[in-house]
């Protein structure tokens, strides 16, 4: 990989410097003026970098951001593993994946930075820093909002694949876009995935609601919503009531509203992956008590990839929202076992 110089101001370093700042004047004032992600940690002898980026999608920008290992003054002297983070239906980009909680770790992002990953994430259409627009930013719309990101994760760091993890929605989005793009994904992760829905008492509940999620671009997503996230599977001890503080104060900043497509999708539309179009080496997780899916939903799914190299995994006391809850490090373990793999030995 050609070594290249980053300007010293476009770099979040341990002083908290906003990330927002360095989408540069392309980030225009509609999109938001900055943003506070979890504070990077360091270890003896290295330090964490970051840096926003857009990406276009026809008329629409995608915010898009990054964190990877390195010393400051210089670029990694090689190409990292990307790994690209995909958020789901209530929350954006960063308040999914990038979250600061006093006394709490809950960044993926720098979890994943540690492990020496180069991490990216982005918001979708009408998510958080990106372009609002009328629509109603469906799967299918995510998957070309994946498209446009990843053109972009390709031309800065020069692989030509990428791990995918995805949560809720944003699983089923990364099924969908492994399925249409095979050559651009290396190992996939679905995380709170729903397949088909039967059964799943989450789904059902949205599928009462059809009429009214079909009747408006926007469904409402206030601080009620956002706290029945952690109560509705029946556990809510699972959660820390700091890390639900932190997550609304970091996302009502952009609302009390989010798209509706992926709620309509998942009620009316399932499935949206065809596991037998899905070539890549996958991970399954589903917490014990995810309300948006069944085990035999899933193991449905699972029983149909082409690929002997998967794993399904069950969290215990565990959740719908796997990466916020008090056992988040399940997750971690799970996905850093099956990311670092060896390749196996054809016979």
Request: neutral net charge.
């Amino acid at each position: 990989m050609t070594n290249r110089h980053i300007a010293r101001r476009t770099l979040l370093t341990r002083t908290g410097f906003g990330i927002g700042a360095a989408f540069g004047a392309g980030f225009s004032a509609g999109l938001g003026s900055g943003i506070a992600p979890a504070e990077a940690r360091a270890g003896a002898d290295w330090d964490v970098w970051s840096q926003g980026y857009l990406a276009e999608k026809g008329g629409v920008k995608l915010a898009m951001y990054r964190k990877w290992p390195g010393k400051l003054g210089g670029w990694p002297d090689k190409p990292l593993p990307v790994l690209f983070l995909v958020h789901g239906s209530s929350l954006s980009a960063m308040s999914s994946f990038d979250l600061s909680v006093p006394g709490g770790d809950y960044s993926l992002m720098d979890a994943f930075v540690r492990y020496g990953f180069d991490v990216w994430t982005m918001d979708y259409e009408n998510y958080g820093r990106s372009t609002q627009t009328s629509s109603n930013s469906d799967i299918a719309s995510g998957v070309d909002d994946l498209k446009a990101a990843i053109e972009v994760v390709q031309n800065k760091t020069g692989v030509s694949k990428v791990h995918m993890f995805g949560e809720s929605s944003g699983a089923i989005r990364a099924g969908a876009f492994a399925q249409m793009a095979p050559e651009r994904v290396d190992r996939l992760i679905l995380t709170a995935f729903t397949y088909k829905g039967n059964g799943a008492a989450e789904i059902e509940r949205r599928r009462e609601r059809i009429a009214e999620l079909c009747a408006n671009p926007r469904r409402k997503r206030d601080a009620a919503m956002i706290r029945s996230i952690f109560t509705r599977d029946g556990h809510p001890s699972l959660y820390d009531p700091a890390m639900v503080d932190a997550l609304m104060a970091s996302e009502l900043q952009f609302g009390d509203s989010v798209p509706s497509g992926t709620y309509v999708d998942m009620a009316a539309n399932l499935p949206l992956v065809d596991p037998a179009k899905v070539l890549c080496p996958v991970l399954m997780t589903r917490g014990e008590w995810d309300g948006n899916s069944t085990d035999d939903d899933l193991l449905e799914f699972f029983r149909r990839l082409p690929n002997g190299d998967r794993q399904y995994v069950i969290l215990p006391n565990t959740a719908h929202s796997q990466a916020f809850s008090k056992n988040r490090q399940l997750l971690w373990y799970a996905m850093k076992n099956f990311l670092d793999a060896p390749a196996p030995v054809a016979s």
